[in-house]
Structures are given as structure tokens and as C-alpha cells.
């Protein structure tokens, strides 16, 4: 070994670490594997400067003469031995982050840690030539005091590293920990960090939630679950509900058809009977959105097949085409003896499931409302015809006709059997010269379904044509 260090090992050594640690602030988080490249090569560069001044971290220096060159010596050494630490953690951190992506962001934090008190228990045994037995027995001693002093804490700090391993749920899963629900925002040493629909914050330590219910509302990614609770009295037969129940089910187009949505009956007692209601949407974020939709549904249908909650003026007070005008927004300022006198003119008429009520091009000769059922709108695409919405009970059509006489413009389908009521053209048109209102409302609720069936166009995916190995050769 030379007898004395070169000076200027130190500035380049200082000068190196410096460089290394402007480059990883520097460079963007983007440039990941350009920062790890850096580290790397100014790892290298070090432990060849300080070979080149004859140190060692494998061993004490030896300078007994020189106490500046002596402690120098030995501050190169720690700093190797810190610097080798942190490139290892860099590189493990890559390459768990490409097999458990950034959700094991604790796994990597563990490991680091024991990476470094490897390291500076190695540096204290061979540069510092400190008896590292006695302090590893010591510190041994010490592990056991401080870990049955932090025992819950270890728990969490464990359990986190169990949960990131598993993964049941990452960061931005929706989530429902024995029935608190919320979206994950962190999780760190100790805790899983929810943000609840209220927009609080719910600390939930890492022990609790790897010992609970855990209901990842995320995850399948494209198909998530939406249930209703529904009760009704036990004096209505269940297959009046459950039937009224499906339509309504049918009658959600937010809804996907596979898996199929269900009614069932899921509770009885000597007063109520319990029925749920479940179907399935594809983006999360809608999910109250549809609930709502659905128990608004529940109630058009259920009031449609006669069952009705208790109200100021019962179903039995009033016929049903007249109860069925209280339905319809466009009537709503109309008053109670302008829909007596509407209702009378009302006449009803039965469709079969997928029978076409109303094609494109007919003139209907009048208003028709739906009574019960669901009826599919569906608007020309080029060639095809493509659904554009569904209606149901309160719902009206052949507005335009009514509006300027012109023919329609859509093709009206039962999706279910339907029960519809014919308002005459000229009995409407002397209710809208009676109430301004209603002629408002029409023409609003025309431009509002011109309006979605536009939106349906554009929204419509674009069928991406395969090209086959035959059909490029071809082109050759």
C-alpha cells in the first residue's frame, strides 16, 4: 500500500459524489433508467479513484503517521460502502418495480433499510475494525427490547409488506375494508390512507386490514357490480314485484346485458319483503348514478303494474290512463280537470314483445304514452340500426309528429309486452293552445333526444378492419 494517499483523491471522490447527486435531482423521474445508468458509472468511477489513492474498504486504512490522510482515508471507505448500499437499493428497486410495478413502493423501502444496515454493520467491521460479533449481539439484545416496545408497530410495518406483496388492492383500487369504503391513496410503513366518498380521510393500520374483509369494488377492471334493495308489502303477490322488477332491470340501458341482471326476492318477514335488484356497469364512477336510475325505474314499474307506495289520492281514486298523465312531465302543468278531460280521450292498445310500435317514416296520429313495458329506440347508422336509448312507463312518443307533422325519425321496439295509451293528435294540440307549457316541453324534449342520438353516433366505437397475411400480399 503507498505510503501516502494522493491529495487530490479527495476532490475528485467529493467531486464525483457531488455530480452524481445533481444528476438524480435533475434529471425527471421520466428519465429513470438514465439516472440509474449515472449512479452506476459514478459508483464505478469512485471505487477506481480511491483505488488509485491506495484505499481500501475492505480494510483499515494505514496511515498512523498522517491523522488528516488517516481520517480521510476512513471517511472514503464509510462513503464507499454508503454509496454501494444506495446503488444496490436503486437497482433492486428497478427491478421490483417491473415485477410488482409501483404498488410495492414498501416492499423496495424494506429492503432498502436492510440493505443499509448491512452496510454500515460491514463498515464498521472493516473499515472501523470494530468487534462486530459483541455488536451484533448487543444490537441483538437491543432488536428484542425495541421490538416488543414496538410491537403493533412491527405488526403494521409486516402486514404492509404482506398486503404489497398479495396485492388484494393497489393504489387507486376502489376498496371496502370490513364495510368502510373508499379509494386507496397511499400506503405506507403503517397504514392504508382511504379518501371516502365524503371526501374524508380514513387511516386504516395495515394489521386491521390484513385481517379483514377485504372488497376490492376495482377490480374485475371492466365489470362492476350495482345492487338495490326494494321493499314491498307481503300482501302483493312476489311475481307481480319480481316481473315489474325486471322490466325496470331491462329498462336501464347503462346496464350490460352479460351478466345478466337479476330480481330476486332476498328477505321475508310477517311485514315486508326484501327484493334486490343487481346488474353489473363497466366504469365504476357511475355507479350512484345508476343506483339512482335504478330506484327511479323501480318505482315507474312498480307503479305501472298497480303497485304503488300509499299516497294522498290513491290508485283506485282515479282510472289509469288519468293516473298516468300525473306521470308525464310534458302534462305537468296542466290542471287536474284539463287531464280529466285528456284522459277520456286516451284509448289503450297491447304490443307484443319485439313487436315494432311505431318505424321509421310513419306518422302516428297522435301521442302515444307507455303504460308498462320497455320499449328500445333505435336511429339509422348507414346500414344498421343501432339502440340510442330506452323508454318506459311516463314516456312519450311520436312527438314530432305532434310538434310540426313530421314523420318519425327513430323505430320504437317492445322489449318487453307493453301496454301504450294514444292521446289524438288534435286533443293534444288543444291541450298545448290551453298551456304554453306543455308546447315548451315537447319542443325541449325533442331537441334533448335529437341531442342524444347524436352523441350515440359519435360515440359509436370504430370497427378497426384486421389485415390478414393474404390480404397484404396482395397489395404487394
Excluded at 413502493?105 to 472493516?126: D, M, N, P, T
Excluded at 475494525?129 to 421490538?147: D, E, F, H, N, R
Excluded at 304490443?351 to 310513419?362: E, L, N, P, S, V
Excluded at 307549457?437 to 341531442?451: C, S
Amino acid at each position: 500500500m503507498p505510503s501516502d494517499a494522493p491529495h487530490y483523491s479527495l476532490a475528485w471522490s467529493l467531486l464525483l459524489l457531488l455530480a452524481d447527486v445533481a444528476a438524480w435531482h435533475l434529471l425527471a423521474d421520466r428519465n429513470r433508467l438514465t439516472r440509474i445508468g449515472i449512479r452506476l458509472m459514478g459508483f464505478v468511477a469512485y471505487s477506481l479513484v480511491i483505488a488509485s489513492a491506495g484505499v481500501s474498504p475492505l480494510e483499515a486504512p494505514a496511515w498512523p503517521d498522517n491523522s488528516a490522510m488517516q481520517f480521510a482515508a476512513t471517511a472514503l471507505a464509510i462513503v464507499w460502502w454508503m454509496y454501494a448500499a444506495r446503488t444496490l437499493t436503486v437497482l433492486l428497486g428497478l427491478l421490483l418495480t417491473g415485477r410488482v410495478g409501483h404498488s410495492g413502493r414498501l416492499l423496495q423501502e424494506v429492503i432498502g433499510a436492510v440493505v443499509f444496515l448491512i452496510a454500515i454493520v460491514a463498515a464498521a467491521g472493516y473499515v472501523l475494525q470494530l468487534p462486530v460479533k459483541g455488536l451484533l449481539a448487543t444490537s441483538g439484545a437491543m432488536a428484542i427490547i425495541v421490538g416488543l416496545a414496538l410491537q403493533s408497530t412491527l405488526s403494521d410495518v409486516f402486514s404492509g409488506i404482506i398486503l404489497n406483496t398479495t396485492k388484494p388492492y393497489q393504489v387507486d383500487d376502489a376498496i371496502s375494508i370490513d364495510g368502510m369504503e373508499g379509494k386507496v391513496m397511499d400506503i405506507d410503513w403503517r397504514a392504508t390512507h382511504l379518501m371516502t366518498g365524503v371526501g374524508t380521510m380514513v387511516v386504516i393500520p395495515n394489521s386491521v386490514a390484513a385481517k379483514a374483509k377485504i372488497v376490492n369494488l376495482s377490480r374485475p377492471v371492466n365489470i362492476h357490480g350495482v345492487s338495490i334493495t326494494v321493499m314491498m308489502s307481503p300482501h302483493i303477490r312476489p311475481r307481480r314485484v319480481l316481473d315489474a322488477l325486471e322490466r325496470a332491470l331491462q329498462g336501464c340501458s347503462a346496464l350490460l346485458q352479460t351478466p345478466q341482471p337479476r330480481a330476486v326476492v332476498k328477505d321475508t318477514s310477517p311485514t315486508t319483503i326484501e327484493y334486490s335488484m343487481t346488474g353489473f356497469i363497466s366504469d365504476l364512477n357511475n355507479k350512484s348514478d345508476v343506483r339512482n336510475l335504478l330506484f327511479d325505474l323501480a318505482y315507474r314499474h312498480l307503479e305501472a303494474a298497480g303497485i304503488a307506495w300509499q299516497s294522498e289520492i290513491t290508485a283506485e281514486a282515479m282510472s289509469r290512463p288519468r293516473a298516468l298523465l300525473d306521470e308525464v312531465k310534458v302534462f305537468r302543468a296542466s290542471t287536474a280537470e284539463e287531464k280529466d278531460e285528456l284522459a277520456q280521450t286516451m284509448v289503450a292498445r297491447e304490443f307484443a314483445t319485439g313487436q315494432t310500435i311505431m318505424d321509421m317514416g310513419d306518422e302516428p296520429d297522435g301521442l302515444w304514452v307507455i303504460a308498462t313495458g320497455v320499449v328500445s329506440v333505435r336511429i339509422p347508422d348507414g346500414r344498421e340500426m343501432i339502440e340510442a336509448g330506452r323508454m318506459g312507463p311516463g314516456e312519450v312518443m311520436g312527438v314530432q309528429n305532434v310538434l310540426d307533422d313530421s314523420p318519425s325519425e327513430a323505430r320504437f321496439i317492445a322489449l318487453t309486452s307493453c301496454v301504450m295509451y294514444r292521446i289524438e293528435k288534435a286533443a293534444t294540440r288543444k291541450a298545448m293552445e290551453q298551456r304554453a307549457e306543455i308546447t315548451t316541453a315537447l319542443n325541449k324534449l325533442q331537441a334533448v333526444r335529437q341531442q342524444n342520438s347524436q352523441h350515440v353516433l359519435l360515440r359509436k366505437p370504430v370497427v378497426i378492419k384486421k389485415n390478414h397475411f393474404l390480404g397484404w400480399l396482395q397489395k404487394r
